[in-house]
């Protein structure tokens, strides 16, 4: 319940006879609208409760109170912090973050500067360390401090001793159960060099240190590339805490959805992303329908599943809800029926279904079908397209495999192997008005996980269709109460 400050009845004067009700009514709606009365001092809601007790998160050291935009798996809701920084606690040893796949000790945080310490858990064994893996850093959300320098390293394997080299320093690292030898590089020619001295081998390009331990390095004091490796380094994360210190200055807690997903985020050459989509690792959950995550870390085309299959994204069309797919199996024979989830997605008109029958006693050719090669376990094998349901069944006694899928259909029997890899279209059919409804109110499309529902993120809350009008929104109950007279 949310009241508004009262007076004692003795502070009230008698009302003139020619004091009109309707002239009260007008004077107390000037008084409402000319002053502003924080929305989260009427938040009756227990996630505020929930993210307003303080966290002292003791893990093996001492990290102190966790403040947003971390969250503490286990100990704290989710929408007490921002999704993607997540705090675990590894076996009560230490905190660890994750980053695009890749988990990181945290060694400090410093809330005031947004600076975050870490290092990677691979350096964390006191033996020999695992080798280093290219870091992926999502450039989104953090970036490398001005006391980071980022060197190269050369992976070596299978080569002849190397010995001392300018510019390079020496250690060992497993790998797969396997001891390497490896050098620290002050730049990339110096590691292709080494790297090409040997019959194989990694380079990893830019890999971040902080600065003094790699100038101790340099000036040959006590310190080791160990040493300087289990020093870890530092990020300075981007979202804004300014926002977060007024909405806790004016006594209020806010999820953030709205900031988190008004952000601007690309995937491959796809341009924005917009709902349903949303980009795994650069971008909440709930931006986008559980079902449409778009995952970008394959090189250029980002993928999408569905129904446990991996497909390339080629191309999403938002006005025509038409998004453009390919398969991965080119020249590989498919082993499964490649099937749509009839709720969410239906073929475009210029796609038909398929079967590929292979693994064939007969290598003849067929009416109504397409003669083609493709490999399984290796090994080549005939193989027939049929897009004839008729003519499918004389295929079923003659190949032991076969597989249903999407084509669009072939105008002669040329490049059939190309049609099995070439795109093709499906319709989306997740409500696009809603989401234009939301988007013209000021708002940002997100979904409602728990309630399984579209929803609409304002700046203010959540709302299920759009935002409402700022003003109602800031004085519905009093309004409503005011109007009612």
């Known amino acids: 319940m949310c009241d508004f400050p009262t007076s004692s009845t003795s502070s009230f004067r008698p009302m003139h006879p020619n004091f009109s009700q309707s002239s009260l009514l007008f004077s107390l709606i000037l008084f409402l609208l000319s002053h502003h009365f924080p929305c989260s001092l009427c938040l009756d809601d227990f996630h505020y409760s929930n993210?307003?007790?303080?966290?002292?998160?003791?893990?093996?050291?001492?990290?102190?109170?966790?403040?947003?935009?971390?969250?503490?798996?286990?100990?704290?809701?989710e929408y007490c912090g921002h999704p993607l920084f997540k705090l675990d606690c590894e076996g009560g040893e230490y905190a660890s973050i994750?980053?695009?796949?890749?988990?990181?000790?945290?060694?400090?945080?410093?809330?005031?500067?947004?600076?975050?310490?870490?290092?990677?858990?691979d350096v964390l064994s006191m033996g020999h360390i695992f080798c280093p893996q290219s870091p992926l850093m999502n450039f989104t959300l953090f970036n490398y401090t001005s006391n980071v320098e980022t060197v190269a390293f050369a992976l070596t394997y299978d080569c002849s001793t190397i010995g001392d080299h300018p510019g390079a320093y020496h250690f060992s690292c497993t790998m797969n159960n396997r001891l390497h030898e490896a050098y620290l590089a002050t730049n990339l020619?110096?590691?292709?060099?080494?790297?090409?001295?040997?019959?194989?081998?990694?380079?990893i390009p830019k890999f971040p240190v902080l600065v003094p331990e790699l100038e101790g390095l340099r000036k040959g004091s006590s310190y080791?590339?160990?040493?300087?490796?289990?020093?870890?380094?530092?990020?300075?994360?981007?979202?804004?805490?300014?926002?977060?210190?007024?909405?806790?200055?004016?006594?209020?807690?806010?999820?953030?959805?709205?900031?988190?997903?008004?952000?601007?985020?690309?995937?491959?050459?796809?341009?924005?992303?917009?709902?349903?989509?949303?980009?795994?690792?650069?971008?909440?959950?709930?931006?986008?329908?559980?079902?449409?995550?778009?995952?970008?870390?394959?090189?250029?085309?980002?993928?999408?599943?569905?129904?446990?299959?991996?497909?390339?994204?080629?191309?999403?069309?938002?006005?025509?809800?038409?998004?453009?797919?390919?398969?991965?199996?080119?020249?590989?024979?498919?082993?499964?029926?490649?099937?749509?989830?009839?709720?969410?997605?239906?073929?475009?008109?210029?796609?038909e279904i398929a079967t590929v029958f292979y693994d064939c006693s007969s290598t003849d050719p067929h009416p109504g079908s397409y003669n083609f090669s493709c490999v399984i376990?290796?090994?080549?094998?005939?193989?027939?397209?049929?897009?004839?349901?008729?003519a499918a069944s004389e295929f079923a006694?003659?190949?032991?495999?076969?597989?249903?899928v999407p084509v669009v259909v072939p105008k002669s029997a040329d490049g059939v192997k190309e049609i099995l890899s070439s795109v093709f279209k499906v319709n989306w059919t997740v409500n696009k008005t809603e989401c234009d409804e939301c988007v013209g109110s000021g708002g940002r499309c997100g979904y409602n996980s728990t309630l399984d529902q579209p929803c609409c993120f304002c700046p203010d809350n959540p709302y299920r269709n759009k935002c409402p009008n700022l003003r109602s929104s800031m004085?519905?109950?009093?309004?409503?109460?005011l109007f009612s007279l």
């Open 475 to 481: 004085y519905p109950s009093s309004l409503s109460m």
């Open 377 to 390: 376990d290796s090994f080549p094998s005939h193989a027939y397209l049929v897009t004839n349901t008729s």
């Open 98 to 121: 994750e980053m695009m796949s890749q988990k990181y000790k945290v060694l400090h945080i410093d809330n005031n500067s947004q600076i975050l310490k870490i290092v990677s858990t």
């Open 397 to 404: 006694s003659e190949c032991k495999f076969s597989a249903s």
């Open 224 to 351: 080791d590339v160990e040493e300087v490796l289990r020093e870890g380094f530092e990020v300075q994360w981007t979202i804004d805490n300014a926002i977060c210190k007024e909405c806790v200055g004016s006594g209020g807690s806010d999820e953030f959805h709205y900031s988190n997903c008004n952000s601007p985020v690309e995937c491959g050459g796809l341009g924005k992303i917009e709902y349903p989509f949303w980009v795994n690792g650069a971008q909440p959950d709930y931006c986008g329908h559980p079902r449409f995550k778009l995952d970008c870390l394959r090189g250029d085309f980002p993928t999408i599943q569905i129904m446990h299959r991996d497909y390339l994204v080629m191309d999403i069309d938002y006005d025509t809800q038409i998004l453009k797919m390919a398969t991965f199996y080119e020249f590989f024979c498919p082993e499964f029926d490649i099937t749509m989830d009839s709720t969410l997605f239906s073929y475009t008109s210029d796609v």
């Open 189 to 203: 020619s110096v590691a292709k060099e080494l790297r090409s001295r040997c019959e194989s081998g990694v380079v």
């Open 51 to 77: 993210c307003t007790s303080l966290l002292e998160f003791e893990c093996g050291h001492e990290l102190g109170k966790i403040e947003y935009p971390f969250w503490v798996y286990g100990h704290q809701a």
